[in-house]
Structures are given as C-alpha cells and as structure tokens.
C-alpha cells in the first residue's frame, strides 16, 4: 500500500499563490491532494490563473486580491475567501522575500528598508496566522499552519533586513506552537535557500550558486511546494515548532563570499551590478 498525502476536507488558504514561484507550486500541490484552495496575490491575473488552472484540474479554488502590506486589508481578505469557498483549516504565508532594491551593506543600510522587509516578511504573518487561528479556535477545529521561511534567518550578507524578519518569523512559529497546540494547531516553516522562481533573476546559464550546491542545482518552486505539503498532512501530525531547511545540502556555504565580496549564491543581475559584481 503506498503512502498518500491527502488534504481532503480542507480548506487551505495560501497568502502568495500566485505568479508562477513557490505559491504557485503549494496551490498546485494542495489543491492535487484534495484540498480546496484558497488564495491572496496582489495581482488579480494572479489569482484568476490559480483559480483556473486548479479547477481545470477538478479541484476547487477561490482568490481574492490584496496588498499584505495594507496589514487591515488580511482580515477581510480572509473573510472574502471563506464566503466563497468556507473557513479555512489551514495556512501557507509564501508571500516575502527581498527585492533588489533593498539588499545593502550593513554598514549602509537604510531603516526604511529594514522596515518594509519586516513588513512584508513578518508583520503580515503575524495578522494573518491569528486571525485564522482564532477561528479555528471558535470552530473547535484543528488546522496547520506553514510559513515560507529563507536560510538568511542564520544570517546572510546584505539581506540583514529580511535575514531579520526571517529569523523573527522563525521565533514566531515556535511560539505559535506552543500556545496553540493544545486547540490542534500545529505550525511549522519551511526555510529554503536559492530557488529559481519568476523573481529570481536568474540566467539560464550554470552559475556559481548551483555549483557550491551539493544537490547540484538550484531549487524550483516544488522542492519547496512538496515539504509543505507534507507539514500540512496528516504524516506530519507531531510535527510542530520546527522549521525544515530545505537547501539541497547547501548549509553555511550559501553565505560564502565570491571575488567581488559578494555571497556566492547571488545571481540575480541587478543585485550584482548595485554591488559591482
């Protein structure tokens, strides 16, 4: 008899599940273990292309379109979300990350990017995992609960900002465990280190960051979609307060510093030329 990761009877609402990277890869994944989906982007094609993709498939999605950075926009969201597909029982918060303009050298780095990284990496979580939790409560119903996580919680040069809020996500998750276990919350994050997304920037030539991989490649989306959706399940089910690195074996290395003194994992374009790489 083989093994199923099955999500059936849940309702999982994904914050992020859209643009073809890693949200996009936990829709697919939830809603093909039987899962309804249910997700938040802030682009409405975003949405619409997850909705049609998992329903062409004979499952069942519903999206709503808000800006995670509007922290009094989560709430109704969510509220949108369970009138059109029910309550959720689940929570995957993928929405994150560091864009170009807000990677900097400790020394330089300037407060209102610290902030917005904290914002957008952190703060929103935290509104948005309380809010389903305490439904979950009032409903007397047992959930899990993701948070996309990055290797640059361990510390990462330029990114002190989003190491930060990682690192700060990380702490919550083991906090969200432990007071909410005994309602049959179960959370848990996901930390992996270079992925190729859309957001990426990343040629299609071999660079330096698949080669200090032992895995011998980057990540893709679903390498990171497949440990959620395992959290999520009922294989998981004395897992909590733990963050699973998923690195491809990268560990340290991925904050090695090349010949322009820049971590080696970098390869987006744009970030190499603000730093002269």
Not at 18 to 36: F, W, Y
Not at 253 to 275: C, G, Y
Request: glycine fraction near 12%; charged fraction near 20%.
């Amino acid at each position: 008899m083989g093994v199923e990761l099955s999500l059936h009877d849940r309702v999982v609402v994904v914050v992020g599940g859209g643009g073809g990277g890693i949200g996009t890869a936990v829709c697919d994944r939830v809603a093909e273990a039987g899962a309804q989906v249910a997700t938040i982007t802030n682009r409405d094609d975003h949405g619409a292309e997850t909705v049609a993709r998992v329903n062409e498939r004979g499952g069942r999605a519903a999206a709503v379109t808000a800006d995670v950075t509007d922290l009094d926009a989560i709430g109704p969201a969510i509220d949108r979300l369970a009138e059109q597909i029910g309550p959720a029982t689940d929570l995957v918060t993928v929405v994150g990350g560091a864009p170009p303009e807000h990677w900097h050298r400790l020394l330089d780095y300037p407060l209102q990017s610290f902030d917005h990284l904290l914002t957008t990496n952190l703060r929103y979580v935290f509104v948005a995992a309380q809010i389903v939790a305490r439904s979950l409560v009032e409903r007397d119903q047992d959930g899990a609960m993701v948070h996309i996580s990055s290797i640059a919680a361990r510390g990462h040069p330029l990114l002190a900002g989003y190491g930060a809020a990682k690192a700060g996500l990380e702490s919550l998750t083991r906090t969200m465990a432990a007071e909410w276990g005994r309602h049959g919350i179960r959370v848990n994050a996901v930390a992996p280190s270079t992925v190729n997304t859309p957001r990426s920037g990343r040629t299609e030539t071999v660079d330096a960051a698949s080669a200090a991989i032992p895995a011998g490649r980057r990540g893709v989306p679903d390498d990171i979609a497949m440990a959620t959706l395992f959290l999520l399940s009922e294989h998981a089910s004395y897992i909590s307060g733990q963050t699973l690195v998923v690195d491809g074996g990268a560990g340290a290395r991925s904050a090695a510093l090349d010949e322009h003194d820049l971590p080696a994992a970098v390869t987006n374009p744009a970030i190499r030329r603000r730093f002269g790489g």
